[in-house]
């Protein structure tokens, strides 16, 4: 006979609560029959991740930890948008806001936090907003699209997230903090001040020492007024000024609370079979607001329902992280210098970087970091275990930082039991042995095995490193080859690119030292392609770094062997007139160039031009740059199509212009050509071409992924058209597909290969919401591209350096 599974019943479908329940289906699948109320209406979701969905960089789909199917998959019964109102405790059933009640035999509460709201006058007017929870973030999108000005109050962690987030959606941030120090919390007036004067570089607006009196507006907010009678004009406020653990239901429904709900060290409340977790709880007089001891305090919940032996909870050492990109910021334990600690301190004002740490008589139990914090992770295990300071531990933190020693060295230097995810707790010890044991070889893989990565992501890095340690060569995220990035890192590519975009990376110093780069200079490799993956990813902010980018693109001319250069002015489809072959004539005997030769892409091409005289032939010429040098469309060749031919049913010369004009100048992973025929004889062999377009009667066909250089290949039939605009959209949804999941320096026919020719049509072809979307971001980036012969003409200090030797 079957036993009879009890009932557990879990209030609060949010992180704690959940990550108690995964533990318990892995100690004891068969024992409980789970039900689970939650107030917000989606599964479980990373609230961390909510900055970065602010901030654009994820989507709400990519936050959800356990979707709908793992419910069902796992018998859950899930209530959500239910608000559970009331306990029995004598009865032992809750009862829900919609009529529901449900009977368990043991009870679970795992309410979590609720924002504070100021309560001063004007807090309910339209505009003002807290920030925690989907909803919340949806709210700060829309405001961010209709106004302009808006103000964070509160400088915590949180409150800078929030900031940060707001003014990457183009919003005027103004952050409004009662204290002096920007997380008084957590960091030291030093550190406090080095981050506040990055934020503010960064574009952040700071009011210190300000308190809210009032919030005034007459329809919805218009601005704040303080203690001290000054105001701020705003359109819109974030109230960040802490949280307050949400203890209602325990209290009405007679559970001792104070500040949270009261547990003892298994975790339970004051009544019968009633436990809670997480951030609604309150331990030995600590309320938490971070997961780290939320998770801790859920396993060991987990273990006591499952009737497995555990030991009882302590308390947890908290160490904090700032989710802002360009700003490394990390605090452990104790903080502030006082008369009875011993302060260790470096600090380098030039180079931006600040360490501390603490000690209570001999005994390590706090720190601060600001700049580098790649000593995070040892620091965090010297206070967790209480470490007393040595001469070693002392030439360590004083001397080598983690920052500076190779990716491989810290990794074999970190000791076995030393935290990797801070989050779940996870040491490099059962990272490695989960590596061995179960034969994982990606980021991705340790994060599902382990965990290690399922939170903030933060340790990711590190993940990274710790693969590349274990696995040597056989590590396929790092190799030049294959990651499309190089041995500087152990990322490969996508992870590189999600990093960037995750973190909202916007220089390649900055993904270096956020990524852990080995090399803190990186090399020729991986310079450019990171160049070109941050311009793809942030067309508007990214500053093209003209100095990683080949020789070639520096010079906009391609060198040859005897060290002149090559001038290949645009011909929009092939097309010339007799006025500007004359001048090209006239250019050609001016500057003597070596040879005048026609391109087997239907242009010009000027063999032999001394450096220095670069700039003066463009602008003699007065002809866009053909971008012959680039990794960028080349050319659109042409045939004579139906405006001359005899055979022609389309028009490919119009086509043809009309496609160069549209996209060229952009950055493309690869050297990019196309070819557009009036009819299928394709007299300008669309077969070999990136894209090759071929007209019939009824419209046009679009040809993919040729090659015609070492590796030929033929095109493959993408789609046929009927009109000249669906034609044009397509072709820019592709170019888009392509730029934003190639590997720098694959061309499309590599690319197409890899990916599969049905997944790109799935994409560009008939996903037409995505197609849309490609086309909108392919508009954005073209929004910003510019003639660099003229930039360069027209930029003094460039000409002057790059053409003529001269050091400005
Ligand atoms: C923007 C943001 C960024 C953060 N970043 C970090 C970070 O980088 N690192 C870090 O460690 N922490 C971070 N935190 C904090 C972290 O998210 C929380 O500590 C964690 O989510 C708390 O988990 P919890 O389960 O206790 O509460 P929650 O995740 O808040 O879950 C509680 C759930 O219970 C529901 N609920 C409440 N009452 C009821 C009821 N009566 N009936 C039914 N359902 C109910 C709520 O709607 C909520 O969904 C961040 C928080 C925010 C908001
Ligand atoms: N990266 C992270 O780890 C991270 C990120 C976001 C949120 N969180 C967590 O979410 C929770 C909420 O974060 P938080 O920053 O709101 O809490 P917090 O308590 O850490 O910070 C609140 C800040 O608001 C300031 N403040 C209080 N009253 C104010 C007033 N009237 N005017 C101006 N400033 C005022 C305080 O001085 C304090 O610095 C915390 O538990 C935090 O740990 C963590
Ligand atoms: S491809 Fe057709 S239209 Fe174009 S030139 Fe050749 S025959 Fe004429
Ligand atoms: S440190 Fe946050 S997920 Fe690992």
Not at 593 to 620: F, H, S
Not at 630 to 646: D, E, I, N, W
């Amino acid at each position: 006979m079957a036993t009879v599974r009890q009932k557990l019943v879990l209030v609060g479908n949010g992180m704690a609560g959940i990550n108690t329940i995964e533990h318990i289906l892995k100690l004891a699948p068969e024992r409980y029959e789970i039900t689970v109320f939650g107030s917000e209406p989606h599964p479980n979701y990373n609230r961390i991740m909510l900055s970065y969905v602010l901030e654009g960089s994820k989507t709400k789909n990519e936050i959800i930890l356990n979707d709908w199917d793992w419910y069902n998959a796992n018998g859950i019964t899930l209530y959500t948008n239910t608000t559970v109102t009331h306990i029995d405790t004598a009865e032992r059933t809750v009862h829900a806001d919609n009529g529901l009640a449900v009977a368990y035999d043991r009870l679970i509460i795992a309410t979590g936090s609720n924002p504070i709201i100021l309560p001063v006058p004007g807090h309910e007017l339209p505009g003002v907003a807290g920030f925690r929870d989907l909803a919340d973030c949806d709210t700060m999108l829309e405001t961010a699209q209709r106004y302009r000005k808006a103000a964070v109050i509160g400088g915590g962690l949180l409150g800078l997230e929030a900031a940060k987030g707001l003014l990457n959606l183009g919003m005027e941030v103004t952050v409004i903090h009662l204290m002096a120090d920007l997380m008084e919390r957590q960091l030291d007036p030093i550190a406090a001040a080095m981050l506040k004067a990055e934020l503010e570089r960064q574009g952040l607006a700071f009011l210190m020492e300000k308190q809210t009196a009032e919030i005034y507006g007459s329809e919805r907010v218009q601005g704040v007024r303080f203690k001290d009678g000054s105001e701020l004009d705003t359109d819109f406020i974030v109230m960040a000024a802490g949280i307050r653990p949400n203890i209602g239901l325990a209290e009405r429904s007679g559970i001792a609370v104070k500040r949270g709900i009261i547990v003892d060290d298994l975790m339970r409340t004051s009544a019968a079979d009633v436990y809670a977790v997480g951030e609604c709880v309150e331990h030995r007089n600590v309320c938490y607001g971070l997961v780290a001891p939320l998770f801790e305090q859920a396993a060991i919940l987990a273990k006591q329902l499952c009737g497995v032996e555990t030991k009882s909870y302590e308390g947890t050492s908290l160490s904090t992280k700032l989710k802002i990109s360009g700003v490394d910021v990390f605090s452990t334990g104790e903080f502030l210098d006082s008369p009875e600690l011993t302060v260790i301190r470096k600090q380098d004002d030039w180079k931006k970087i600040y360490k501390k740490l603490l000690l209570r008589g001999n005994k390590i139990v706090g720190g601060v970091l600001y700049g580098d914090v790649a000593d995070s992770s040892r620091m965090q295990q010297w206070v967790r275990e209480g470490a007393e300071m040595t001469e070693g531990l002392y030439t360590e933190f004083m001397g080598q930082s983690g920052e500076t020693m190779s990716a491989a060295d810290r990794v074999a230097q970190m000791a076995d039991e030393e935290i990797v995810c801070g989050c779940m707790g996870i040491s490099k010890g059962s990272i490695v042995d989960a590596i061995k044991q179960h034969g994982l070889t990606s980021v991705d893989e340790v994060k599902t095995c382990t965990g290690a990565g399922r939170s903030c992501g933060g340790c990711k890095p590190t993940v990274a490193n710790i693969l590349q340690h274990v696995l040597g060569d056989q590590y396929t995220g790092a190799g030049a080859s294959k990651a499309g990035i190089c041995d500087c890192t152990a990322l490969g590519r996508d992870e590189v690119v999600n990093e960037i975009k995750r973190l909202h990376l916007t220089t390649i110093k900055e993904v270096m030292n956020v990524l852990g780069w080995n090399n803190p200079e990186g090399c020729s490799k991986c310079r450019p392609a990171l160049n070109y993956y941050l311009g793809m990813l942030w067309p508007e902010e990214h500053e093209d770094e003209k100095e990683s980018r080949f020789v070639n693109e520096r010079m906009n001319a391609n060198i040859q062997k005897d060290g002149t250069y090559t001038v290949v002015p645009r011909m929009y489809g092939g097309v010339t007139t007799p006025q500007e072959l004359k001048r090209i004539a006239e250019v050609a005997v001016k500057y003597d160039v070596k040879m005048v030769k026609v391109t087997g892409g239907q242009r010009l091409d000027l063999i032999g031009v001394g450096k220095e005289d670069l700039p003066a032939v463009w602008q003699d010429l007065d002809m866009p740059s053909g971008y012959a040098y680039a990794k960028s469309l080349r050319t659109v060749k042409t045939c004579v199509g139906s405006q001359f031919c005899r055979f022609g049913t389309q028009d490919s010369i119009a086509m043809g212009i009309r496609l160069e004009k549209t996209f060229e100048r952009l950055d493309m992973p690869a050297k990019l050509k196309m070819a557009v025929n009036g009819c299928p004889r394709n007299c300008a062999e669309s077969c070999t071409k990136d894209i090759g377009i071929v007209g019939n009667d009824g419209g046009w066909e679009l040809y993919v992924g040729g090659n015609g250089g070492i590796k030929p290949r033929i095109a493959d039939l993408l789609c046929r058209v009927k009109t000249d605009d669906e034609l044009v959209e397509i072709a820019g949804a592709f170019l888009q597909h392509y730029r934003e999941t190639a590997k720098y320096l694959e061309r499309t026919s590599d690319w197409l290969e890899r990916v599969g020719l049905d997944s790109i049509k799935q994409q560009v072809v008939d996903d037409l919401d995505n197609r849309s979307a490609l086309n909108g971001r392919i508009q954005a980036a073209l929004a910003d591209v510019e003639e660099p012969w003229s930039s360069a003409i027209a930029e003094t200090v460039t000409r002057k350096q790059l053409y003529e030797d001269i050091k400005i």
